[in-house]
C-alpha cells in the first residue's frame, strides 16, 4: 500500500496503519463484543489465535494476497480492522472486510478510513471490483456498504441468514462523493 498508509494515515483524531502483533490482545477483546462479532464470520478467539491470523495475513500481504489494518483512536488503542483478501495475486475482484468498536459507531470515522483503504487498495492491485457481503439484518453494515457506494449485486441464504453481496467497481469508485474529515 502508499507509503503514507505503511507508516500510519491520520484520519482526524484517529489513525490506520498496518495490523500488528501487538493488536492480538485487543482486536481479540473488540471481536469478543457481540455487537462487533454478531455479524462476522468465527474471528480468532484467543491472542495468541489473533497472532497466528495476524502473521498468515502479513505473509499474504507479501504475495499480494492481503491487506489488513487496524484503526487507532486518538487515544492510539486499537478501535477497528479493515481487510481485504484475495483468492490469488492475479485475481481481479477482492472482499473487503471491516469492524469498528461501538465507540466510535456514528462518529464519522468509518467513511474516511474505509476511502483511504479502498483507494490504496485500488492503486495497488489491477482489480476490476471489490465485494463485500453483509447479513440482510445487519442494518448497520448495509448503511456502510452505502456509504461506500456499492450496489448489490446478489442475494442468497447462507447458514440460514439472507444475505447480500455488495460491488464496488473500480471504474465508479473514482465517482463516489468523498466525506469529509472530522
Known sequence: LP???????QLGRNRLREVSHQDAAPLTELFAKPEVSAFLSP???TPEAFTEWIELSRSRRLENRAACYSVLDEAERVAGL??????SPDEPEAELGFALAPRLWGTGVFAPAAHLFI???FDRWPLTRLIGRTQARNHRGLGA???LGATITEQHVR????EFIWAIPRDSWSTIERPRRR
Not at 447458514?159 to 439472507?162: F, Y
Open 3 to 9: 507509503a503514507g498508509v505503511q507508516r500510519g494515515r
Open 43 to 45: 474471528p480468532p478467539a
Open 145 to 147: 456498504m452505502r456509504k
Open 119 to 121: 483507494d490504496s487498495l
Open 82 to 87: 479493515y481487510m481485504c483478501y484475495r483468492t
Open 159 to 162: 447458514d440460514g441468514e439472507a
